[in-house]
Nanobody
């Protein structure tokens, strides 16, 4: 059973940077696809980006060039570096994992709240 715990959320101002962490346990991180999702108040959850087991990292258009996903497989950590934050980035951010590079996610964290003030 894979467990995921997000951390690093908080209140920041527009233009600031923030780094979220996702700590994984229960399976070797290099064998997991890790995706970041977010859910803004009153909106549906949406993907932010995906770090695949094989292949390049994908970002949704609204964050491309501002957000970067990286992973430290030895430390079992995945990071979401968020730069040039905007008020519309305000959301609960979730990390999720899958044992394959395609299809739905098998495991979810509980999320961490990011609030960007204008």
């Amino acid at each position: 059973q894979v467990q995921l715990v997000e951390s690093g959320g908080g209140l920041v101002q527009a233009g600031d940077s923030l780094r979220l962490s996702c700590a994984a346990s229960g399976r070797t991180l290099s064998t997991l696809r890790i995706s970041w999702f977010r859910q803004a108040p009153g909106k549906e959850r949406e993907p932010v980006g995906t770090s695949r087991i094989y292949g390049p990292t994908y970002y949704t258009a609204s964050v491309k060039g501002r957000f970067t996903i990286s992973r430290d497989n030895a430390k079992m950590l995945v990071y979401l570096q968020m730069n040039s934050l905007k008020p519309e980035d305000t959301a609960v951010y979730y990390c999720a994992a899958s044992r394959t590079d395609y299809g739905g996610m098998d495991y979810w964290g509980k999320g961490t709240l990011v609030t960007v003030s204008s």
